[in-house]
T-cell receptor, first 118, second 113 residues
Framework: GAVVSQHPSRVICKSGTSVKIECRSLDFQATTMFWYRQFPKQSLMLMATSNEGSKATYEQGVEKDKFLINHASLTLSTLTVTSAHPEDSSFYIC??????????????FGNGTRLTVT | GDSVTQMEGPVTLSEEAFLTINCTYTATGYPSLFWYVQYPGEGLQLLLKATKADDKGSNKGFEATYRKETTSFHLEKGSVQVSDSAVYFCALILGGSQGNLIFGKGTKLSVKP
């Protein structure tokens, strides 16, 4: 089945530094990728939607200058948390849908990245 | 607005017990409905789905039926196993959206031997 690889799985960084998270579709071309953030004991909140070759669409309340999303190819999207602060500590998950998929097709998820900012 | 409400956990059951996790939704149009499972330390996996009213999704012994009249998509399993311990998320995709999922808050299931 379709596989989405997310890297790194865990990262610890100091406050003020930037962290890049990669999301790759391994056996299909992902025209649309979604980035979610999961707070402890809460649901996943959509941060942004990115389509290959165009600017990401951010959800209300998500700072686009802080959470930079790049979807430069059909198999790779990156999320960069710039000037990270402790409140950015969270679990970030990417998901992808292939070019041949219909809108209501299920998304394929990466395994997530646990970010801890000290 | 559009939303998914699922029963709060945690749910603790003994092995071979019957499981029901309730899920109801509010949505305009005709959403597709999903159950995702998150095992400890892992990402999300699709468990089952239903795309129209009266459809029944099933996988690994789990079932859920899309009930339009009650706007529900309850997850059931007749006999749970320890390996079913995980967090279960009910979700929907709206007809007019790009296809991003709207999730419920998740229900943690613990199955004891």
């Amino acid at each position: 089945g379709a596989v989405v690889s997310q890297h790194p799985s865990r990262v610890i960084c100091k406050s003020g530094t930037s962290v890049k998270i990669e999301c790759r579709s391994l056996d299909f071309q992902a025209t649309t990728m979604f980035w979610y953030r999961q707070f402890p004991k809460q649901s996943l909140m959509l941060m942004a939607t990115s389509n290959e070759g165009s600017k990401a669409t951010y959800e209300q309340g998500v700072e686009k200058d802080k959470f930079l999303i790049n979807h430069a190819s059909l198999t790779l999207s990156t999320l960069t948390v710039t000037s990270a602060h402790p409140e950015d500590s969270s679990f970030y998950i990417c998901s992808a849908r292939g070019a041949e998929g219909q809108r209501h097709s299920p998304l394929h998820f990466g395994n997530g990245t646990r970010l801890t900012v000290t | 607005g559009d939303s998914v409400t699922q029963m709060e956990g945690p749910v603790t059951l003994s092995e071979e017990a019957f499981l029901t996790i309730n899920c109801t939704y509010t949505a305009t149009g005709y959403p597709s409905l999903f159950w995702y499972v998150q095992y400890p330390g892992e990402g999300l996996q699709l468990l089952l789905k239903a795309t129209k009213a009266d459809d029944k999704g099933s996988n690994k012994g789990f079932e859920a039926t899309y009930r339009k009249e009650t706007t529900s998509f309850h997850l059931e399993k007749g006999s749970v196993q320890v390996s079913d311990s995980a967090v279960y998320f009910c979700a929907l995709i709206l007809g007019g959206s790009q296809g991003n999922l709207i999730f419920g808050k998740g229900t943690k299931l613990s199955v004891k031997p």
